[in-house]
């Protein structure tokens, strides 16, 4: 679980370049009954779903990871400048697939 979260700690330095986030972001593996992942906007964390890690493919974990620090960014709701810049990040086809998915695992996107 250990190689998973440095992987994971990666791609936030990446993501958090490419948008522009200065501070620090923690990224934390969870057990959620029905979420995906989640976001402490006072704390700068992001959790993900433990349990449903495993299940998601590298783009569809930096879509999320992407959504989540756009989020830190942006605040809690899903602006015009907010679903403009995840498109530009991962691209739109990206978020239909995974609700889809979720869908599948009984889980909310």
């Given at each position: 679980?250990?190689e998973?979260?440095?992987?994971l700690?990666?791609i936030v ?86 609700v ?10």
């Amino acid at each position: 679980m250990t190689e998973k979260l440095e992987e994971l700690e990666e791609i936030v330095k990446e993501l958090k370049s490419k948008i522009g986030i200065e501070e620090d972001v923690g990224i934390k593996l969870k057990k959620f009954k029905l979420k995906l992942a989640s976001v402490s906007l006072s704390k700068k964390v992001i959790y993900i779903n433990a349990e449903l890690i495993e299940k998601l493919d590298e783009k569809e974990i930096r879509y999320i990871i992407a959504h989540e620090l756009l989020h830190i960014k942006h605040g809690v709701f899903h602006t015009t400048k907010f679903q403009q810049e995840l498109t530009r990040l991962c691209g739109k086809d990206l978020h239909t697939n995974i609700v889809e998915k979720c869908k599948a695992m009984n889980v909310q996107d």
